[in-house]
Every structure is written in structure tokens, then in C-alpha cells.
């Protein structure tokens, strides 16, 4: 029989690429939701559609994403990136669901000049980035079985991201101006969700409960990031190197957050992409 997976947040970027693969992965059976059959600004509505859809397993791609606004209604992404999850978590203990969530290299301060592993202390510089790690550690203090997974710069032909809107600027100016002080990893949001849907289908032990991090191999900057994109989809708009401070952002960004791969690419005997070789693909794929 088919194991069954509950969706939260089908809509979103993360959401859709998982949704994308369900195809591929005829041993899971897909049960999908959005904003229409639950709100994580109703914790009850959750613990209602798990109750009747009763899944082995719960994705949960659900988040207050919205960095800067964060700042400005801290109450609203604490309700949604903390006690929802708290809510989501003790329901899956309840019910023996496992549960799948997503965090974020913004739980770190950037003050390390190596990449940070599962272990390394967290110090968020943002609401956005303490929610997300109070997210995690309600999870982890609930007793339900799960697994969690820090990425960081998400793209992918789904919702909004900065591949999608450097093609766009790209098409349309002669010159753009993209920071140069911040250095993490995109991460191909389809190689992120195959990841998991493969774990999900080959089984989950319990000694791998837990922390992962996950992103695409390699080092970048916003700005190399954009380059790259110009230079494989063929845009001949110049980018423009610009410190951080230019562009005044409301909520503090690590400077860096390159995330350490080794416990993920151990425990499931994966490689993991570079970011040069995966957008590559991805924005040639879109010529076709
Ligand atoms: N994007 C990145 O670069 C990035 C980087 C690191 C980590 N992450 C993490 O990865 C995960 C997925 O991110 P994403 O890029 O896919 O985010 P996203 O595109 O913003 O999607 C968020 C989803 O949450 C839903 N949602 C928000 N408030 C809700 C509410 N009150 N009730 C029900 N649903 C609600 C949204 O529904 P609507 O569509 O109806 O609004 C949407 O489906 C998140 O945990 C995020 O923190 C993302």
C-alpha cells in the first residue's frame, strides 16, 4: 500500500516542487492542502485535516516567509513559524505522523568563516530568522518523530524567487545592482524535494530522526549568484557589485551561511549538486 503524504502549503515555492514530483514517486500517495482547508492562524484547523486524512507522514511547507515584513508583525510569523508548528508537532506525537519541516540558514549570526554544521550554536539577527529556529526547537522538544531540514536560497519555476526575478531583470535593463557582501548557497528547490520524497520512499529509521542541512554544493554571493544566471540564460545585462548597506533592508541578513553537508550526503550515501551545475540545468531546461 502506498504511504500516505500529507502536503501543507501546496501553493508555495517548496510546496509545488514537491507536488511536481509526485509522479515519480508512485510508492507515496499524495494528499495535498492549502490556505483554503487550513490556516496556521487557526492551530485547531490543522490538527482537524490530520485527523481526517489520518497520513503516515506530514510535509510541511508552511511558513510566515516574508523576511523584512517580519520586523514589522513579529506576533504574526511567531504564530505561524512557532506555536502552529508547536500545535502541528504534538498532533504528529499524537497520531505517530512523521513530520517533515523546513528552517533556514537565517537561524545563524554569520560570524563564522566556515560553513556551520547541525551543531553549531544558533544566534538569528532577525524575527523571521528567531521564528524559524523557535519552530525547529518546539518540534524537537515535542517528541514526534522528524525530520528537519535547514536550506537556504530556494529557487525554482514555482512562486517567487531571485532566479526568477533576475531573469526578469535581466530581460529588461541594461544594469543591476546585487549585493556582494552575503555568501551562502542557492538551492534547487526540486533536488531539495527529491531528496526528501526519496528518503520518505526508501524509509525513515529512527536513529535518523532529526537536523539536516541542505543546499547545493559551492559557495556564492548574490552577485555571483546573478551572474551566473545572466551568463546561462543568456542575458548580456551587466550586474553591478553593491554593499548591502545600499539597499537598507529592514531585517539583518547573515553575511554568511554556508551550510555544512556532510551529515545528509553520509546518512543517505548522496552527492549533492553544485549551484553552478543545477541552475545551469534549470534555466537551460526552461528553453526547451
Ligand atoms: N524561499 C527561500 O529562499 C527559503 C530559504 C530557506 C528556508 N526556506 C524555508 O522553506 C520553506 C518553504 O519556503 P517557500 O519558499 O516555499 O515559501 P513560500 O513560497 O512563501 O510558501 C509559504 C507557504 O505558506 C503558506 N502560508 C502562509 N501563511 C499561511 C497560513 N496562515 N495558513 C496556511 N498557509 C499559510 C502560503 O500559502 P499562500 O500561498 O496561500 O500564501 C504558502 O503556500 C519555509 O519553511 C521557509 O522558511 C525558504
Redesign the pocket.
Known sequence: MAKRILL??????????FLALANHFPELEFVSA??SQ????QPDTISALLQEVKPAVCI???????VDLAEDEPEKAQA??VE?VQQLAATCQNMGILLV??????VFNGARGEAYTEADETDPQSE?GRT?RDGERVIQASGAAHLIF??????SA?????VKTMVHLGADREELTVVDDQVGTP?Y?AELANTVLAWLRDGVTPEQYGLYHYSNEGVATWYDFACAVMEYANLSARVIPVSSKVFQQKAKRPSFSLLAKNKIKNVRKIEIPHWRDSLREYLHAGED
Do not use: P
Not at 60 to 66: H, R
Not at 158 to 162: A, E, I, L, Y
Open positions: 501543507l502549503g501546496a501553493g508555495g515555492q517548496l510546496g509545488q516542487s492549502n490556505r487550513f490556516d496556521f492562524l510541511n511547507c508552511v511558513a510566515y516567509t516574508a505561524i513559524n502552529a519541516h523546513f528552517s533556514t540558514d537565517y523571521y524559524k535547514r536550506t537556504s536560497w530556494l529557487y514555482f512562486g517567487k524567487n531571485f538551492t528547490a
